[in-house]
């Protein structure tokens, strides 16, 4: 059953089309179901028109034609992420996946992408030239939905944060004004840009520095259920002098028939002779059951984790911050895993620590500025009658943990949470931002995201409509 807006008449479909280079779908559309459809298999989404913008002017006629005809605009860079809010119900979704423009300068050390670029795309033209920006840890993430949230990945005890990395941005506006956005060009905007989400505007451009990044050192320890629980307070005294080069990641899951396994994923981006040293200590305790630790492209490393996401799987999330692994975090944790009820799902404890964790907690949008674990419950199936039991196992874990979590959550885990949450995603920053708002988009026209709602100092916080 198609549902178009009655606001929106073929004939005014038919000029949106005559007036963008990229092209205008609707319902009926052989691809209308392929363009629609996002990473997280349980949103199912039917927008009036899809716009497969080119350019900034696609953009800007895109919001123009929203706008003109009171209609939700969503916004999709790689369509990962979980909420769907990349797909809307009846309004315009402006499409950016075909915008993939990349130049790098290697001499400057400084890339220029487009918002329709995954992260593997992204890191295959930087690694031409030997160079990386720190982003994610799997290919298919779009880096804009990424960079605008913060972006935790395997360099960020190196290099920080994607959003840390940032030089510059090009931004369409509710106006549908063509912004250059950077340190000393619209600076509250700049600010906001960096975790800020996608409530000021469209990207256009994003503009990254680079650095060197070699081959690395990286792999996975897997070690025995019975050793989960020292293994994990041993890991957490280990990061405590771990050097910046090194960042972990682990996973408790069920693999297969095989019952509960805890691994460890490592990268280390230095010396390989120093990463062999410094992970020594890991690969003994236990001892690990397996351990595929080698010399690796960043590239490789990169799309690791691919084929245990694929697109249009079912996805449920809970997360927070853990900072303190205690023995009560770690009980409850493994209490919860044998009663997973799908083997796809996981629990993820991704480390953010030493450059990610030096920036000021003010000086971008992305507040968390503490040595501490990314943690997300994520649940995974394929069949649409177990989606009960997986969130209510999902839920069951979350509210568990929620002693041992802080009143915090990493911006791109967030589910459809409410305003509470968005809240606790930006922490001390979220006043200023609903100020950010205010200048950019007082209307609130970008609303569907993790919304940050315009306030104006005299009137107070507009909420969302
Ligand atoms: C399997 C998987 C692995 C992940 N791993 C990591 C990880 O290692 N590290 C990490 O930090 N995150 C990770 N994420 C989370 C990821 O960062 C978010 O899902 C992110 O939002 C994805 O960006 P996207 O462009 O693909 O998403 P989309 O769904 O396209 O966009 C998400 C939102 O971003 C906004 N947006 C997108 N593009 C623009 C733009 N050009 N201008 C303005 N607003 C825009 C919109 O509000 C949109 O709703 C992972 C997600 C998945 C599903």
Known sequence: MVTIDPAVSGADLDALDAHVRGRVVRA????????????????????????????????????????????????????????GNAVCDGGVMLDLSLMKHLSVDPAARVAVAGPGLTLGELDRGTQRHGLATPLGVMSGTGIAGLTLGG?????????????????????????????????????DLFWALRGGGGNFGVVTSFSYGLH???????????????????????????????????????????????????????????APEDGERALRPLRAVGPPSADTIAMASYVALQSAPDTSF?????????????????????????????????????????????????VAPDATAFPHREDQYDLVILAQWADPLESARNITWARGLFDAMRPHLQNAVYVNNLGAEGPA????????????????KQTYDASNVFRLNQNVPPRDPQRGVVLPS
């Open 212 to 270: 060197p990044v070699g081959p690395v050192l990286a792999g996975g320890l897997t070690y025995p259920w019975s050793q989960a629980s020292e293994v994990l307070h041993f890991h957490d005294d280990f990061l405590a002098t771990a050097p910046d080069e090194l960042t972990t990641a682990v996973s408790v899951g069920v693999v297969g028939t095989g019952g509960p396994t805890l691994s460890i994923a490592v990268c280390w981006c230095g």
């Open 421 to 436: 949450r968005v809240r606790d995603a930006y922490g001390p920053n979220y006043e200023r931002l609903t100020l950010v």
């Open 28 to 83: 009926g559309n052989a691809d209308y179901d392929s363009v629609r459809a996002v990473f997280n298999g349980m949103i199912d989404r039917r927008p009036a028109v899809i716009v497969r913008c080119t350019d900034p002017a696609d953009v800007a006629r895109s919001i123009s034609f929203a706008r003109n005809h009171d209609l939700v605009i969503s916004v999709r860079g790689g369509g990962h992420n979980v909420a």
């Open 151 to 187: 972006g935790l990945g395997w360099l960020n005890g190196r290099y920080g944060l994607a959003c840390d990395n940032l030089l510059g941005a090009e931004v369409v506006t509710a106006d549908g004004e063509l912004l250059q956005v950077g340190p000393d060009r619209y600076p």
């Open 310 to 358: 694929p697109t249009g799987r079912l996805h449920y999330w809970k997360s927070g911050y853990l900072r303190d692994m205690t023995d009560g975090a770690i009980q409850t944790l493994l209490k919860h895993i044998p009663q997973m009820p799908s083997a796809m799902s996981g629990v993820g404890l991704q480390r953010l620590h030493g450059a990610a964790g030096r």
